[in-house]
């Protein structure tokens, strides 16, 4: 008989889970291309990022195991400072590397999908590395389509980078 306890819970996240939010995003910058930030992110920058969020009214969502560890995160965050550009939401969303390939970047990017509709923005964002052929085709998968390509904007693991822009329109007035 299946344990429902054994589920993975997807929630949103709270102060305690930034360590673990910390040391998922800092594995993605020490080891892979996925994002472009070169340095670990301290504890206290974590801690402002997500007190911007709270602020601002942003989700951070988290999957946790039956021991309330976090195996990915997932949030929204404005796409451009400027005013005009406030109905718009880029994501973001890392997956610790021993939970990959099991559902739940797909579980947390549905998830701010509905946040982003439930909150009335307009249009979603994700910028991902030409070479993440996962990102770019769970984006793909749930809806979103390629809207752009910047040539050799980003320099990680000494190779120049292409960015993929992918949008989902959330309210369509057509
Ligand atoms: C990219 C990432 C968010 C995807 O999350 P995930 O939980 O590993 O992926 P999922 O298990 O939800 O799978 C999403 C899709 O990719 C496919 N996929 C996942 N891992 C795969 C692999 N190793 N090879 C091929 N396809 C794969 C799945 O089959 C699924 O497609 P489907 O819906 O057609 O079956 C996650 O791997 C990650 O955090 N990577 C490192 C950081 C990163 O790249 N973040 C995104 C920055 S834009």
Redesign the pocket.
């Known amino acids: 008989m299946s344990d429902s306890s054994q589920k993975p819970i997807l929630r949103d996240a709270t102060y305690a889970d930034l360590p673990e939010i910390n040391d998922?995003y800092n594995h993605?910058v020490l080891n892979?291309a996925?994002?472009y930030d070169e340095v670990p992110q301290t504890l206290q920058e974590r801690l402002h990022w997500y007190e911007y969020h709270l602020a601002n009214g942003y989700p951070v969502v988290v999957v946790t195991d039956s021991r309330n560890r976090v195996l990915?995160w997932g949030s929204l965050s404005a796409f451009h400072p400027m005013p005009g550009y406030r109905n718009t939401v880029e994501n973001?969303?890392?997956?610790?590397?021993r939970?990959?390939?099991?559902?739940?970047?797909?579980?947390?990017?549905h998830k701010l999908i509905e946040c982003a509709k439930e909150k009335g923005y307009h249009a979603m964002i994700?910028?991902?590395?030409s070479e993440?052929?996962?990102?770019v085709?769970?984006h793909d998968?749930a809806g979103f389509s390629e809207v752009g390509r910047l040539k050799e904007v980003g320099w990680k693991q000494g190779a120049w980078r292409d960015v993929v822009y992918m949008e989902l329109l959330l309210q369509r007035h057509d």
């Open positions: 998922i993605a892979t996925a994002t990915g973001s969303i890392y997956i610790s590397e939970a990959q390939g099991k559902g739940f970047g797909k579980m947390i990017l994700a910028l991902i590395d993440n052929t996962i990102s085709h769970m998968n």
